[in-house]
């Protein structure tokens, strides 16, 4: 299992529009061939700042979500929103193994 885990700051006047557009995100990248997870989750103590964590099957079905629609779609529009550039951190799962 392939986890990736986004940190993303949004400015503060963008956070509801960052809202919208990756939860609609969230509902097309669940519907992904290999996905196993893909969760939205916001800091409490810093409400414009958010966590993606991306679960799918394997190297492959991770990589493919990246060329999806929707994420290419979700990337352009949420970039000018951002405070800095968001940060993605790639992990291999220990256990549970798929």
Do not use: C
């Amino acid at each position: 299992m392939i986890v990736t885990i986004v940190h993303v700051e949004v400015r503060p006047e963008h956070v509801e529009d960052f809202i919208r557009a990756t939860t609609e995100n969230h509902y097309e990248s669940v519907k992904e061939p290999g996905n196993l997870r893909f969760d939205v989750l916001r800091n409490d103590a810093q409400p414009n700042r958010f966590l993606l964590y991306e679960a799918y099957e394997n190297d492959e079905k991770a990589a493919a979500h990246k060329l999806t629609a929707h994420y290419l779609k979700w990337r352009e529009r949420v970039a000018p929103w951002m405070a800095s550039p968001r940060e993605g951190i790639r992990h291999t799962a220990i256990v549970p193994d798929l």
